[in-house]
């Protein structure tokens, strides 16, 4: 593997904007599905009581995490919901009391070996916060009989433009991220942590490097500020020099890829028990007033996140969630944050620029030299095009983490990320 990246405008205005938490909205919903792998089931039923921290949805698949209210109130609605990404679960509906009681579930977890750890964090909801929504206690219950897992490589790259709120983390709580690559390193064994940072984080950069000074067990990873950088096998790395195969998790290689934020929870989460309820969101975009950095109870509608930050639902043309690159496209300005959104982007109809008519490829090799994962989008969209499985295969289009660069240096402005998409579908 080779990493060129590509070069994007940061347009990380929101990086000094310390996290203010938001009013507590009137409602929020939670949907059953927040992070990869199986949807919870509703524990809670139309009309219970429920507190802040409380469980209101679990599951007892392999692949799942449970789910905790973020609110003191009532349940007024179990509802089927249709997610921004096409699917349908479940959806529990808590019309807040404005008392933000905590639930006597929340206590301090004891936690004093390996397996307490993960069953801990199994309990806390975490997931991944840089927005993939791995569940934490299976990408830290690993088989270290198979390979031992010697590092932890720390993602806060936050390479897509815009958003500030990793960023945020290792500015406001450094002492928290540090705890919780302390604890993870205890607990799972681990002997060395990289903590990746992009170049155009200097503040960031020397704080952990003075904070870490004296531990040759943690080394701070100065990486330029290129995207996609925070991709996980690009991560992987460049902290680590070891490739990711097809079809690999990390820890085939040795190594856990945890994103800064998630570390920065783990920490605070064993020391108050208070499970994944609020999260922090980068709010920017041209159509609003005030960009900022905020702390958001999990279900929080978008449209009150946009009221907050000053902007206005007529004005805007395109609502995201996440970044420019890999964001995905908002239909409902009710949609609840979730427990993988870092960011809400608006933008006015002015700012979107005229999709420009898909011309023939001039064969001018631009997509093949941008793309991370060294694939051949054009050789892809020949084959998906003429519909051969045997040939996408051997392509290895399975590798596409769909990132858009090749889309976005295509001067033919093909389609190409999506086409890679489709043909992951196809071949699935
Ligand atoms: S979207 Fe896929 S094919 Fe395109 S550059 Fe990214 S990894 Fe490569
Ligand atoms: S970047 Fe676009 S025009 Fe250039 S080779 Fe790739 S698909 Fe063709």
Do not use: W
Not at 108 to 113: A, E, I, L
Request: with cysteine; net charge positive; proline share 6%.
């Amino acid at each position: 593997m080779h990493f060129n990246g590509i070069t994007l405008a940061h347009n990380k205005g929101t990086q000094d904007s310390a996290t203010v938490k938001i009013p507590l909205p009137k409602t929020v919903r939670l949907p059953m599905s927040q992070h990869m792998g199986a949807p919870c089931e509703p524990c809670v039923q139309k009309g219970d009581r429920v507190l802040v921290g409380q469980k209101i949805g679990d599951s007892n698949a392999f692949m799942s995490t449970p789910l905790h209210s973020s609110v003191s109130g009532t349940v007024t609605d179990i509802t089927d919901y249709l997610l921004a990404n096409g699917r349908v679960c479940k959806a529990v509906t808590i019309e807040t009391d404005g008392e933000q009681k905590i639930s006597p579930e929340v206590y301090r977890p004891v936690v004093n070996s390996r397996e307490s750890f993960v069953a801990a964090i199994k309990q806390s909801g975490c997931c991944g916060l840089g927005g993939a929504g791995f569940p934490t206690h299976i990408k830290l219950n690993v088989d270290t009989g198979k390979t031992p897992i010697d590092s932890l490589v720390i993602n806060a790259a936050e390479c897509e433009p815009y958003i500030t709120s990793d960023y945020r983390e290792l500015i406001e709580r450094p002492e928290d991220v540090l705890d919780g690559i302390n604890k993870v390193m205890k607990y799972i064994g681990i002997k060395k942590a990289y903590v990746c940072i992009e170049n155009n984080k200097p503040k960031a950069i020397k704080d952990f490097t003075q904070r870490t000074a004296t531990r040759s067990d943690i080394s701070i990873v100065t990486l330029k500020a290129s995207y996609p950088q925070g991709a996980e096998k690009v991560v992987a790395f460049s902290a680590t020099g070891r490739v990711i195969g097809e079809g690999e998790l990390p820890s085939a290689k040795g190594i856990i890829v945890m994103n800064v934020s998630t570390a920065g929870f783990i920490s605070r989460y064993l020391k108050t028990g208070m499970p994944l309820v609020e999260r922090r969101l980068t709010l920017d975009g041209d159509a609003l007033r005030t960009p900022c950095n905020v702390f958001a109870p999990i279900g929080t509608p978008v449209s009150e996140l946009i009221s907050f930050a000053d902007g206005s639902t007529e004005a805007i043309g395109k609502l995201l969630s996440g970044g420019p690159m890999m964001g995905m496209c908002l239909y409902d300005f009710d949609t609840p944050v979730c427990k993988t959104n870092n960011a809400i982007l608006a933008f006015t109809e002015k700012a979107i620029k005229p999709k420009d008519e898909q011309t023939a490829c001039i064969h001018c090799g631009r997509c093949l030299r941008a793309c991370p994962m060294k694939l051949m989008p054009t050789e892809i969209e020949r084959a998906y095009e003429a519909k051969d499985k045997e040939r996408l295969k051997k392509l290895k289009v399975n590798l596409c983490m769909n990132c858009g660069s090749c889309s976005y240096v295509c001067p033919a402005k093909r389609n190409l990320a999506e086409t890679n998409q489709l043909a992951k579908e196809f071949i699935r």
